[in-house]
C-alpha cells in the first residue's frame, strides 16, 4: 500500500463549525479508500453549542483537556495507522499537544488546516513576535504608512502612524504588500483606481463601465479584480516609462495585477511566494560583505 494512502481516521469535535470529518472521507473516499471518519461530542461537558477554534486550541493545552480528547477518540484508533484532527492542537505548546495525543492514541496525530481563524497563522504570528525582535526586526502594530517619499540620498523617508504622524522611519528599501481595496493598498473613486503611498501606475480597466461583467457570477471573473501594480521580473512596481518606479521598491500579495485571489482561492500561496520573490531580489541588489 502507498504509505500516503495509510488507513487513516479523521475526526471532527461537535460545535466546531468548518470541519466534517464525514465530508472529507466522503469526497477522497475513491482516491484514499482507508479514510474513516469519527464524529466526537464537544470536550466540554457542559457545553453543546458552537466552539471556537481559538479558546479551543488554549484550552487543548491543558492536560485534563487533551486527556478527554484522547479517551474519546482511543477505542476507535484500533484499525488505522494515524489519527486527523483540526488543526486547533494548541496555539503556543503545538508540539507538545500534538506529541502526548500521538503517545495516549499510540498512533501518529497529523493536524488538517479548516476554518478561520487559522490557528496554524497565529502560531507562525507568535514564532515571528518571539524571534524577530532577537535578529533586530521592529514591529509596529496598528500603524500605518501614512506618506512615502524618495528622498535626495537614495532613501525612502516613510511617515508611520494611524491617522497622523507617530513616527518617521529611513529604509534602503521597501516591500509594498499593502494589499487590495479593503486593505488600503488601493484606492477608488467613481473614476479611476489609484496606489495612494508611491503614487504609482495602476493596471486597470479604462474606464468605469468595464470594472464589473453584466453578471454578479460571470465564471471569468470581473475585470476590477484583476487590477494592480504591474512588476518587473524582480518585483518591482513599474513607473510611467514602463520601468521599475525605484530600484529598491517591491510589491507583493494581492496588490500584484493580472490576479483574482478570491476566485481562485490563492491569496496566502500568492502573498507568501510573492514576498519570499521579493525579499531574495532586494537581497541581490544589497551590496555583498
Known amino acids: 500500500m502507498d504509505p500516503r494512502q495509510a488507513p487513516c481516521l479523521i475526526v471532527d469535535l461537535q ?37 471556537n477554534p481559538v479558546p479551543l486550541a488554549r484550552d487543548l493545552e491543558i492536560t485534563e483537556h487533551r486527556q478527554r480528547l484522547a479517551e474519546m477518540i482511543k477505542p476507535h484508533v484500533k484499525d488505522v495507522e494515524f489519527v486527523g484532527l483540526p488543526a486547533v492542537l494548541g496555539i503556543h505548546q503545538a508540539a507538545t499537544v500534538v506529541r502526548e495525543l500521538s503517545e495516549w492514541l499510540g498512533r501518529p496525530v497529523f493536524e488538517i488546516p479548516a476554518m478561520p481563524p487559522s490557528i496554524p497563522g497565529m502560531r507562525l504570528k507568535e514564532t515571528f513576535l518571539r524571534s524577530l525582535p ?6 509596529m502594530f496598528q500603524k500605518h504608512v501614512l506618506k512615502a517619499e524618495f528622498t535626495a540620498d537614495g532613501e525612502f523617508l516613510l511617515d508611520i502612524g494611524r491617522s497622523e504622524r507617530k513616527a518617521a522611519i529611513r529604509a534602503d528599501g521597501v516591500l509594498l504588500a499593502t494589499g487590495r481595496f479593503l486593505g488600503g493598498g488601493l484606492q477608488s473613486d467613481h473614476e479611476t483606481i489609484r496606489e495612494p503611498i508611491f503614487d504609482l501606475p495602476v493596471s486597470q480597466p479604462r474606464g468605469r463601465k468595464d ?13 476590477v479584480n484583476q487590477a494592480g501594480l504591474e512588476t518587473d521580473t ?33 491569496g496566502s500561496g500568492l502573498s507568501v511566494a510573492t514576498a519570499y520573490g521579493a525579499v531574495k531580489s532586494f537581497s541581490s541588489l544589497q551590496p555583498s560583505g
Request: charged share 20%; proline share 6%.
Open 134 to 139: 532577537a535578529q533586530g526586526v521592529h514591529c
Open 211 to 223: 470594472w464589473h461583467s453584466d453578471r454578479f457570477g460571470e465564471p471569468a471573473g470581473h475585470a
Open 234 to 266: 524582480m518585483l518591482r512596481p513599474l513607473g510611467g516609462g514602463g520601468h521599475p518606479a525605484f530600484e529598491k521598491l517591491f510589491a507583493a500579495g494581492i496588490i500584484l495585477a493580472h490576479q483574482d485571489w478570491t476566485r481562485m482561492k490563492c
Open 15 to 51: 460545535g466546531l463549525k468548518g470541519f466534517s470529518a464525514r465530508l472529507l472521507v466522503e469526497r477522497l473516499k475513491s482516491a484514499w479508500p482507508g479514510l474513516k471518519a469519527l464524529s466526537i461530542p464537544s470536550i466540554y461537558s457542559d457545553q453543546a453549542h458552537e466552539i
